[in-house]
């Protein structure tokens, strides 16, 4: 079956330009991730959705980034006015439920590129 | 809070040598354990995880980790490797009853050499 699909896979944009990433998780998972994954560096958690509870925003670095999703579908993640240190490939995950047990699917990632 | 460290960057082997990639954890609660692994313009893969249980975990394409307690370590390994195992590999554990996320180490670039 389809995997996590993320789009665009990858972006150049300017400095002080907004961003929107997107991610369409498989279908029926009802937990998604949105991941970091800056040169040289491991995979920073930025966000997690589960079903209808409250995102857990805690891994969003400023105000600039935000994220939203649609019932237990797509999520976008957007960047406002983005600057040289949010390059950076983010990653997309997503898992039936969540247990601690699950273990998530990732997408490709879209390589977001700030210049 | 959890964190992750992933000792050596970098690690160059020859085809057929044994490899062990270190992972060491730091967390106050108990947590689950897994290796991902990251091919060159591919997305993470999941090679295995420890969840309870025996302490040695197998998982595919011939790696296994062992999970020492006492040591907060859970290395992996592999007896004999192949060209096809160079990528990036990440160690990451989640909180157990905790937070939802994973945190991962920074990665070990696996490179497996003719």
């Known amino acids: 079956g389809a995997g996590v699909s993320q789009s665009p896979s990858n972006k150049v944009t300017e400095k002080g330009k907004d961003v929107e990433l997107r991610c369409d998780p498989i279908?029926?998972?009802?937990?998604l991730y949105w991941y970091r994954q800056r040169l040289g560096q491991g995979l920073e958690f930025l966000i997690y959705?589960?079903?209808?509870?409250?995102?857990?925003k805690s891994g969003l670095p400023s105000d600039r980034f935000s994220a939203e999703r649609t019932g237990e579908s797509v999520s976008t993640l957007t960047i406002q006015r983005t600057q040289q240190e949010d390059s950076a490939v983010y990653l997309c995950?997503?898992?039936?439920?969540?247990?601690?047990?699950?273990?998530?699917?990732f997408g490709q990632g879209t390589r977001l590129t700030v210049v | 809070a959890q964190s992750v460290t992933q000792l050596d960057s970098q690690v160059p082997v020859f085809e057929e040598a044994p490899v062990e990639l270190r992972c060491n954890y730091s967390s106050s609660v108990s947590v689950y354990l897994f290796w991902y692994v990251q091919y060159p313009n591919q997305g993470l893969q999941l090679l295995l995880k420890y969840l309870s249980g025996s302490t040695l975990v197998k998982g595919i394409n011939g790696f296994e980790a062992e999970f020492n307690k006492s040591q907060t370590s859970f290395h992996l390994r592999k007896p004999s490797v192949h060209i096809s195992d160079t990528a990036e590999y990440f160690c990451a554990v989640r909180a157990q009853g905790g937070s939802e996320k994973l945190v991962f180490g920074k990665g070990t670039k696996l490179t497996v050499n003719p």
């Open positions: 995950a997503s898992s039936l439920v969540w247990s601690g047990r699950d273990v998530e699917s």
């Open positions: 279908s029926g998972h009802t937990a």
């Open positions: 959705f589960q079903g209808n509870s409250a995102p857990d």
